[in-house]
């Protein structure tokens, strides 16, 4: 099959650090090449391929200075200069490429990463292409739809990230981006209150500086709180393997939450708010807590130990391997060639049920919101 992906320019494919979208793009796009499809990924420039490599800019964009929305629409539109070349036009973009499926007539598929609200869902109003999710909650947040290709869940390397089965000492970890959403000044509230350590990793977009000053270092003390930066490919694996559990006490809907199963892949347990993708990814009592207060989640801290790290591994692999992914996706492909597409979509109706007293609306900086915000500071 000939395969046109499309990939952020914010980072580079795969990611040095952050990037949780490149990531997966990354290993879609290689155990794709690997099974003998013709591949064509565009991307930044500097970015690390099996696959043909198209770009718009030699750099990844962040932290560059260039406008990202610019450049990504000119990524975007190479593509579809050359969309006749292709079976199917994967879409990792976000308003980029809903803007502008309608104009060819290779067949799109668009995987929603993020969240949609505001004008961002007027705008998905008018993508003329196939679309999924990456959980059933995001689904369930979206308006009804013609043209839903499924439920897939993002998947990582399981092979890359180290399995711990032994903890030298109980401490916590705060993994990922440094923003309101995600959490970070209340997992610091959840260390204090169960007086244990905690480790904050993770990088701050200049969007979120003033709350990261403001609301999360005031409570790093360098000593029981300590806030490390961003960690690398290694840095975070080895933070992961070697924590006591992984604190994620998001505010918003999350769609997903990679960081989940990556530290579960590494036997780590994860403590995580009711929010979005979290009952899902984080099976409750078995791989981790999901919990609905403050208060409940400091007090499961007590009984994470009772978690048997050998699961938490076992989850990942029969759930969230990249094998897995892809196979999904490629049955998705061949539905959306045909016209007829339905991954996972069995029972959907029932799962919406069954959230509709969990999934509730945060009034906490709407990721929406947010990225409107980057949108306005990416020239910073």
């Not at 979005?276 to 400091?298: I, R, W």
């Given at each position: 099959m000939r395969i046109a992906m499309i990939s952020p320019l914010e980072m580079r494919v795969p990611p040095i650090a952050y990037g949780g979208t490149e990531l997966v793009v990354s290993l879609l796009?290689?155990?794709?090449?690997?099974?003998?499809?013709?591949?064509?990924?565009?991307?930044?420039?500097?970015?690390?391929?099996?696959?043909?490599l198209v770009s718009v800019c030699p750099h990844f964009l962040r932290g560059s200075g260039r406008d990202a929305g610019i450049l990504t629409m000119l990524n975007v539109v190479s593509c579809l200069e050359q969309a006749d070349k292709f079976d199917?036009?994967?879409?990792?973009?976000?308003?980029?490429?809903?803007?502008?499926?309608?104009?060819?007539?290779?067949?799109?598929?668009?995987?929603?990463?993020?969240?949609?609200?505001?004008?961002?869902?007027?705008?998905?109003?008018?993508?003329?292409?196939?679309?999924?999710?990456?959980?059933r909650s995001a689904k369930l947040l979206l308006p009804d739809k013609e043209r839903f290709a499924g439920v897939i869940y993002?998947?990582?390397?399981?092979?890359?990230?180290?399995?711990?089965?032994?903890?030298?000492?109980?401490?916590?970890?705060?993994?990922?981006?440094?923003?309101?959403?995600?959490?970070?000044?209340?997992?610091?509230?959840?260390?204090?209150?169960?007086?244990?350590?905690?480790?904050i990793a993770?990088?701050?977009?200049?969007?979120?500086?003033?709350?990261?000053?403001?609301?999360?270092?005031?409570?790093?003390?360098?000593?029981?709180?300590?806030?490390?930066?961003?960690?690398?490919?290694?840095?975070?694996?080895?933070l992961l393997?070697?924590?006591?559990?992984?604190?994620a006490p998001i505010t918003w809907?999350?769609?997903?939450?990679?960081y989940f199963i990556e530290a579960m892949a590494c036997g780590t347990p994860v403590v995580v708010f009711n929010r979005?993708?979290?009952?899902?990814?984080?099976?409750?009592?078995?791989?981790?807590?999901?919990?609905?207060?403050?208060?409940?989640?400091?007090d499961t801290i007590d009984h994470v130990h009772q978690i048997d790290r050998r699961r938490c591994r076992q989850h990942v692999e029969e759930r969230f391997d990249v094998p897995r992914m892809a196979d999904d996706y490629l049955i998705a492909y061949k539905g959306v060639l045909s016209g007829t597409c339905d991954i996972r979509n069995q029972g959907l109706a029932a799962f919406d049920r069954s959230l509709e007293s969990t999934v509730e609306l945060s009034l906490d900086a709407p990721a929406?919101?947010?990225?409107?915000?980057?949108?306005?500071?990416?020239?910073?």
């Open positions: 796009t290689e155990e794709l090449v690997r099974r003998g499809h013709d591949v064509t990924l565009f991307a930044s420039g500097d970015s690390v391929t099996d696959a043909k199917i036009i994967h879409n990792h973009t976000c308003f980029e490429g809903l803007a502008t499926a309608g104009l060819i007539k290779t067949p799109m598929l668009t995987t929603l990463h993020g969240d949609l609200k505001g004008d961002w869902l007027e705008l998905f109003s008018y993508y003329k292409g196939w679309y999924n999710t990456i959980s993002n998947s990582i390397d399981v092979n890359s990230y180290p399995f711990n089965d032994s903890i030298r000492e109980p401490t916590l970890l705060f993994l990922s981006r440094i923003s309101h959403e995600k959490g970070p000044h209340l997992a610091v509230e959840v260390a204090k209150k169960s007086r244990r350590k905690l480790i993770g990088n701050v977009h200049p969007v979120d500086e003033e709350y990261f000053r403001t609301m999360v270092m005031p409570g790093v003390d360098g000593d029981q709180i300590q806030y490390v930066g961003e960690a690398d490919y290694h840095r975070k694996r080895e393997a070697q924590a006591y559990c992984l604190l809907q999350e769609p997903f939450g990679l979005g993708s979290a009952p899902e990814v984080v099976k409750h009592g078995e791989t981790g807590f999901v919990v609905n207060t403050l208060d409940e989640m400091v929406s919101d947010r990225m409107t915000r980057m949108a306005k500071s990416s020239k910073n």
